[in-house]
């Protein structure tokens, strides 16, 4: 069964200083992989999308990028965080085009 | 913007009744997804409900879809205190050689004991 792991759960980090964020899923090949932001209390911003291997598109240009070194990683990562940084990164994965997404459990970034 | 929105914000009904969720979107759709989240968790999907349907059932849940109106509604019946979450609509967009889900801003259910 496939499975998608997010880590770590829980950060806190400074202003400044740098951001690695990994997520990984098993038991499938090719996934399309997302990073998503969730502010407190409110919905989903897509930040990234990856469609394979060293394929990145950006949805909001800002402070964060992302990378696919391997099918089944997607890194998000930061070289000086700010404190808009703040907030609760979902990792998602999904097999087929138009099909449900997985989530991760998220990490929650603290900017301070 | 948001493709999808859903109202009310804010839902908190005793346990035993049924809760409304409702989504709005924009654009044309090749079906919609209802997911929850529990606090501080990811999101879990629900059911996904295909353009060319109007209505789905999953145990407790049922999902309409109306394209005319661009809408959804999600329906929980017989509500209990483990339905306590924050449910969230979320539609397709194509973008490039992908796809990708918006979600709406969610409607935070609370049931009470």
Redesign the interface.
Known sequence: SQTIH?WPATLVQPVGSPLSLECTVEGTSNP?L?W?RQAA????Q?LF?S?GIGQI?S?VPQNLSASRPQDRQFILSSKKLLLSDSG?Y?C?WTGQ??S???????T?LTVT | SQQGEEDPQALSIQEGENATMNCSYKTSINNLQWYRQNSGRGLVHLILIRSNEREKHSGRLRVTLDTSKKSSSLLITASRAADTASYFCATVARMDSSYKLIFGSGTRLLVRP
């Open positions: 997010q399309n997302y998503y209390g409110r919905g989903l897509l999308y469609v598109s949805e609760f979902l998602a085009v138009n449900p997404l997985h989530f991760g459990n998220g929650r």
